[in-house]
């Protein structure tokens, strides 16, 4: 088999003609390379054929817990020399033989309690020596890829803790790395999450030597004195503030040697009073010198952010034909529904992108910015506002949504949150629009998007008084400040199942184990460090049954609003109260940045079969888009892969997953049969969890 080489990395779209002989049969990095467009040159599996695929191997990968919290896999695996690398429900690497599911290789750890989902794992090789770099929690390992044993010569015993440098003075202790990081000569250069309501650290960039796993260099997301875009923040805004940090990954250009750089959201992510300012580099998309850190150009696609509208995705980097000229171009999608086109190189936009007056915020002490960029072309992927004409025409109880939508705020994007009971809608809602799958792009310059269309309610309540001095706070004030915005106001967790549900918690867990969570954290969960343990202790009281009140007072960061937790609008019978599709795939020339088509993505079978059309769905997870002609998606909520012819749109093929495919596929070739895989790990949108990777191919 051939090996994938660097020169090959950097598939410009438009070079590839369909009748070459594909460049590689591998998926040797996170969305298909480093351009992060989800394609592969193979051509065996194709339009004309793909209806006679059928499981060639299934591997259970271990993990799944559905007593204490729902798994997931959101995975992307690796297949690189026949070697297939991946993650389990249970966060755990390992290794495969890509053509028969036999696992070769799997960690096992259990040293750091914030392990997560992840999103897959790095590769390298100079052609001697074999890493994977595998992120367990905030704990970074470098692994060999033939034994899945730490290297010891790597940091400490073969890792490194991604909180070492970014403690500050008041913080939490969250941070994890969910998403892979890239590949820069002798860097691994990575991002990480970090909490979004609580004291959170810094989102800092930072590159390390991915031999020694020394600090190389590091660009701060939320500027230090003196550095571009300080004056964007309140003074030492960098000492008090968080978050503005890279969750969703990244695109490189080895090239150029450029790393384009996608962030989120400063914390609090939904009120702001507190950072008065614009917030660099909150929000934006910040092209870095790969080899030194320093900035080449940014752009900010959020000023002042409140509503959450964090980049959901990894840049797309493509060649597009543009005023009769071919451009490298890089884009990122919005959660708004918006794609925002520039060249690789310069940082000019390819398409017009206007400041357009916003509405200002009826809160106390908020200062919404004026203005928000939105991009003319191409046109929105997502509707983006919900009126009286959106609500579905078989919605079971009209007359409520109706007196509630009346009540609330609606029709524009960007209103800010008012204070409840009052409401804003969000439309697209608070998760996408566009969300962390991405989009794929195929050798001919066209995006292929999924995204979902569904309306999220939220407003702003009080936080419980606090002071520089201790008050009395009782454990329900404590949750209200601290828990409610997930876990929602009355325990009935959000509507995803992505935070549970607290309502007898006594029938999943004790005390004990409560009161450890709070304590270290547990998956997305952060940990309440910043709490002391009687503060802890109370909330516990609380959840349980009890009433306790304990001495407390306000910190640094402590804001005087929280939002009332994302709560999907759901009718009565559980269908998204806005008209279908709930959830679609588009297609985008980028060359002229016209629609090709868009068709629903997902469907609910008792809706079918009541004679109403595929509807979509809720969705995550993204396309694998390949040379043959097809694009291979699982992401709905129905429990299917499909593929799809992408010329048209028209769906080609199913099959039922033994899991909700919540991830990303991967299509390889291993002795000239090629293959599509998936992670099936469900455990969102109320559907069941698994365990599963499942390979398809031809018999």
């Not at 001495?551 to 929280?562: E, G, I, R, V």
């Not at 048209?648 to 895989?677: D, H």
Request: proline letters at 7%; aromatic letters at 10%; one cysteine or more.
């Amino acid at each position: 088999m051939k090996r994938f080489t660097y020169p090959a990395l950097l598939l410009t779209v438009g070079l590839l003609s369909l009748t070459e002989k594909p460049a590689t049969t591998d998926w040797p990095e996170y969305n298909g390379g480093p351009d992060r467009n989800h394609f592969s040159p193979l051509t065996q599996l194709n339009t004309t054929n793909v209806a006679g695929l059928q499981v060639a191997w299934e591997y259970a990968s271990g993990g799944v817990d559905t007593l204490k919290n729902n798994t997931q896999i959101q995975c992307n695996p690796l297949i690189i020399d026949g070697v297939l690398y991946g993650v389990s429900a249970g966060s755990q690497a390992f290794a495969l033989d890509a053509a028969t599911g036999k696992q070769l290789w799997k960690t096992a750890f259990t040293d750091d309690t914030f392990a997560m989902n992840s999103r897959g794992v790095t590769y390298w090789t100079d052609g001697r020596e074999a890493r994977i770099f595998f992120a367990y929690g905030s704990l970074l390992y470098a692994l060999d890829a033939r034994t899945g044993k730490p290297v010891d010569s790597f940091g400490k015993g073969g890792k490194i803790n991604l909180k070492d440098g970014l403690a500050r003075p008041g913080a939490d202790e969250y941070v994890v790395s969910n998403t892979p990081g890239v590949v820069y000569k002798n860097l691994l250069i990575m991002g990480h999450r970090v909490s979004e309501v609580a004291p959170a650290l810094p989102g800092d960039v930072r590159a390390y030597d991915l031999r020694t796993g020394q600090l190389v260099w590091t660009f701060h997301t939320i500027p230090h004195s003196g550095e571009y875009g300080a004056d964007t923040w309140p003074k030492d805004g960098y000492r008090n503030f968080g978050g503005a940090n890279n969750w969703m990954g990244m695109a490189i250009d080895r090239q150029r040697g450029i790393v384009y750089v996608p962030t989120g959201t400063a914390a609090f992510d939904l009120y702001g009073s507190t950072r008065p300012g614009q917030n660099l580099f909150g929000n934006s998309l910040i092209a870095l010198d790969a080899a030194t850190g320093k900035r080449r150009w940014h752009f900010q696609t959020i000023h002042h952010d409140i509503w959450d509208r964090d980049i959901p995705a990894p840049p797309n980097l493509f060649t597009v034909v543009h005023g009769g000229k071919k451009v490298d171009a890089v884009s990122v999608l919005s959660k708004q529904g918006f794609l925002f086109v520039f060249d690789r190189v310069t940082g000019k936009p390819l398409f017009p992108i206007e400041e357009r007056p916003m509405p200002a915020s009826s809160v106390p002490g908020e200062k919404a910015w004026p203005t928000q960029p939105i991009p003319l072309k191409p046109a929105p992927f997502t509707r983006q506002s919900f009126s009286e004409s959106d609500i579905n025409d078989f919605v079971t109880d009209r007359d409520t949504v109706l007196a509630q939508l009346r009540r609330w705020q609606s029709g524009k994007e960007f209103i800010p949150l008012p204070l409840s009971p009052n409401r804003t809608v969000f439309f697209p809602g608070t998760d996408g629009g566009a969300q962390w799958g991405g989009a794929a792009v195929d050798e001919a310059g066209i995006m292929y998007v999924p995204s979902k269309q569904i309306p999220v309610t939220m407003g702003l309540v009080p936080t419980p008084a606090g002071s520089a001095k201790a008050v009395e706070r009782t454990g329900s004030q404590l949750y209200q400040t601290h828990c409610a915005a997930c876990h929602g106001q009355n325990r009935e967790g959000s509507h995803d199942g992505s935070y549970p549900a607290l309502i007898g918690i006594s029938k999943k867990r004790n005390e004990t184990s409560v009161a450890q969570v709070l304590a270290k954290g547990q998956g997305m969960m952060p940990a309440f460090t910043s709490l002391k343990e009687a503060e802890r202790k109370a909330i516990v009281d609380f959840l349980f049954g009890k009433t306790t009140s304990v001495a407390s007072k306000a910190d640094l960061n402590t804001a005087p609003y929280h939002h009332t937790g994302f709560t999907r609008w759901y009718d009565r019978a559980g269908y998204p109260v806005s008209r279908p599709p709930w959830g679609t795939l588009t297609a985008i020339d980028m060359n002229t940045g016209e629609h090709r088509w868009q068709v629903p993505l997902g469907e609910y079978p008792e809706l079918v079969a009541k004679g109403i059309p595929p509807t979509g769905t809720d969705n995550y997870g993204a396309p694998a888009v390949t040379a043959g002609g097809l694009l291979f998606i699982a992401s709905s909520r129905d429990e299917l892969i499909r593929a799809f012819d992408r010329k048209t749109g028209r769906e080609l093929w199913r099959a039922k997953l033994p899991a909700a495919g919540y991830a990303s596929p991967s299509t390889y070739a291993v002795n000239g049969k090629q293959y599509v895989v998936i992670a099936c790990g469900g455990g969102k949108l109320k559907t069941k969890s698994g365990d599963r990777y499942v390979a398809f191919a031809l018999p």
